[in-house]
Every structure is written in structure tokens, then in C-alpha cells.
């Protein structure tokens, strides 16, 4: 059972569609982040929010954009993909305000770019 | 940017203890130490974090170094459902989580 919720779990698009990655956390924290995991590489950071506001892009590209609309949803758009971003983007959750707070993950969206 | 070395990976026997190993030379003093696993098909899972001293919780304990260069994850008894991905993590207040690649654990029946 997790606090921190991603849909869809599965994902195959086309490199010329248009699709967005969902997350909700329902846990009350104030920062959200976006990973993205590849087959036998570690997790690499893309973008993180603190109260809704970007405060970390992860020279990803503009292909990726993210959204927070508010301090429990988190998106991510994707548009004209490339096969090498199959993965799988992971979201997490945190309660800012100190660095030793623990991130929460959701169970990440698997990415099939065709 | 990885901060830590961990051993690619490691056996033990079910419901004997594990030593999960982690080295941080580069540590400040202000540097929490964090450890997350990944089981399959998952997220990471949150385990255990400290600063200098030694910590337990229902899932782990944490040895912490007492120059802090390095620190150990101990499962007391490993069972089938410990087998996972082990993430040795550092993060000061400038910086995120960065992980590694992590130590994949096999619990042998």
C-alpha cells in the first residue's frame, strides 16, 4: 500500500503522440519529484517541486515537461518521444522544511516509446 | 554524482543476518545517510536514515561509522521478501536524493 499513486502503470505510445504520466500523493507532503529509471542504470533525478514550484530541472529534455498544479498532483507531458525514453518514471513525495525527510515512491509508470 | 559505493551484489541464507556494506568517503558533516530498497516491479521503499548515531527500526538497523566514512545496513534475519535492490544514499540540504546503482540481495531458501 503505498501514499504516493501513478497512473497508468503501463504506457506504449508512438514517438509522434502526446500522453501525460499522472501522480498523486496523499500523504500531506510539500515537494514532489519525478525519476526515471532505465534497464541496469541507477534512478536519475529529472525535475522536483517544492510547494508547487520547480526548483530543479535535470538538463531534461524539452520533450519532458512537468506540471504541478497543486502540492498533491504532479504530471508529466510527454510529447514526440524517442525509444531510448522507455523506462520506467517514477514519482515520489516528501515533507520539506528539513533534508533528512525520506521520499516516498510510487510503483512508476512503465514507458513503452514504439 | 553519485556519492557512495555499494557492492554490485550479495547472498545470504533465509533467516540469517545480512551486512549490507556502504562506503561515503566524501561525507560532510552534514550529510544524512539514507537507505531505500527496491523490490520488483516497484518503487523504491524507504528503510532507515541517521546522521552519527547508530539506528534501528522495524526493518533494519543502521551502523554508522564513527568517522562516518562508511556505514552498514543489518537485516537481523533476512526472509525471501527481503530480496531487493539496496540504496545507500547521501543528502545535505543543497542537494537531492542521487542514487547509486545499489546492492542486489539474494535470499537463498
Known amino acids: 500500500e503505498t501514499g504516493v499513486t501513478q497512473t497508468p502503470r503501463h504506457l506504449v505510445m508512438g514517438m509522434t503522440n502526446k500522453k501525460s504520466l499522472k501522480c498523486e500523493q496523499h500523504l500531506g507532503h510539500n515537494a514532489m519529484y519525478w525519476y526515471k529509471q532505465s534497464a541496469k542504470k541507477p534512478l536519475e533525478l529529472m525535475f522536483v517541486y517544492n510547494f508547487k514550484e520547480q526548483t530543479e530541472n535535470n538538463s531534461v529534455p524539452s520533450r519532458f515537461s512537468p506540471e504541478c498544479p497543486n502540492s498533491s498532483h504532479l504530471f508529466l507531458h510527454l510529447h514526440t518521444l524517442q525509444p531510448e525514453d522507455s523506462a520506467l518514471y517514477l514519482c515520489?513525495?516528501?515533507?520539506?522544511?528539513?533534508?533528512?525527510?525520506?521520499?516516498?515512491f510510487g510503483n512508476g509508470t512503465r514507458l513503452t516509446v514504439t | 554524482d553519485a556519492k557512495t559505493t555499494q557492492p554490485n551484489s550479495m547472498e545470504s541464507n533465509e533467516e540469517e543476518p545480512v551486512h549490507l556494506p556502504c562506503n561515503h568517503s566524501t561525507i560532510s558533516g552534514t550529510d544524512y545517510i539514507h537507505w531505500y530498497r527496491q523490490l520488483p516491479s516497484q518503487g523504491p521503499e524507504y528503510v532507515i536514515h541517521?546522521?552519527?548515531s547508530n539506528v534501528n527500526n522495524r526493518m533494519a538497523s543502521l551502523a554508522i561509522a564513527e568517522d562516518r566514512k562508511s556505514s552498514t545496513l543489518i537485516l537481523h534475519r533476512a526472509t525471501l521478501r527481503d530480496a531487493a535492490v539496496y540504496y545507500c544514499?547521501?543528502?545535505?540540504?543543497?542537494?537531492?536524493?542521487?542514487f547509486g546503482t545499489g546492492t542486489s540481495l539474494t535470499v537463498i531458501p
Open positions: 515520489a513525495s516528501s515533507q520539506e522544511g528539513g533534508y533528512n525527510s525520506p521520499l516516498h
Open positions: 544514499i547521501l543528502r545535505d540540504p543543497g542537494n537531492q536524493f542521487y
Open positions: 541517521g546522521l552519527t
